[in-house]
């Protein structure tokens, strides 16, 4: 399995990752034990910040030799995106795929203009963990625009498992069930949290789509490879009487 969205690397500036090289190398093997074959490390992307793809270089560096690969990568806030030239945009991999983070509340109204933008520049974007994005709660039916434009899902493998509560579950259940979903990942954060398992994860997934595997498997191994990711059409959800989730 490929892990696209983690923050294993020790002591980054901004990111709210493990902050000691130990603490990164047990979490490392904790997803090596779990099926992990390979992962991206994705710490915050905060803009302006000089020097942050070396900064990355250095830390994937400083781990030494390792039983799975590390490869480089970033979550960019989707706010900083107007401030950064494309030069300071840190992709998975040494694809064109961009990992992008909304504000936990609600989308931002120009969410359409910041991913067209970022595409008539090359980029593919990537949103990460939309189920825990209170206007997506609300709404799972604004991916589907998006989706038709481009723009590619991520899902915490928490959120399938319910760890951060009922509420980022359903959604996460809906959109799996409504093709809205392209990659599962853990993003974990540290040792002294508890490990999202992607495998426990893809299992429970696999009750609402036949594709979760390839959500681990062919779908990041294609971004990796920067190939084009075939999706399937997503389909509109309807809700089932009065249905309602608070944010959280």
Known sequence: MFDIHAHVLPNILHDD????????????E????????????T??????????????KKA????GELPIPIYIGSEIFADDIVLANDNSLIPLGDSNYLLIEFPRAELPQHVDEIFFVLQTKGFECIFAHPERNGSIINDPNLLVELI???????VNAGSI????????QKTAQILLEHNMVHFIASDMHSPNRLYYSLKEAVAQAQEYTDSASDMVLKN???ILNNGFLEVSEPKQYKKRGFWFFGRR
């Open 161 to 168: 498992l319910g760890s951060y509560g009922k509420t980022c």
């Open 220 to 222: 990041p191994q294609t």
């Open 30 to 41: 904790r997803a090596r034990k779990d099926g992990v074959s390979a992962i991206v490390a």
């Open 17 to 28: 990752g493990p902050k000691h090289l130990e603490k990164s190398l047990e979490m490392i």
């Open 43 to 56: 710490p915050h992307m905060m803009i302006p910040v000089e020097n942050r793809k070396e900064e990355i």
């Open 60 to 63: 994937i560096q400083s781990l």
């Open 148 to 154: 038709r434009k481009g723009v590619l899902c991520q």
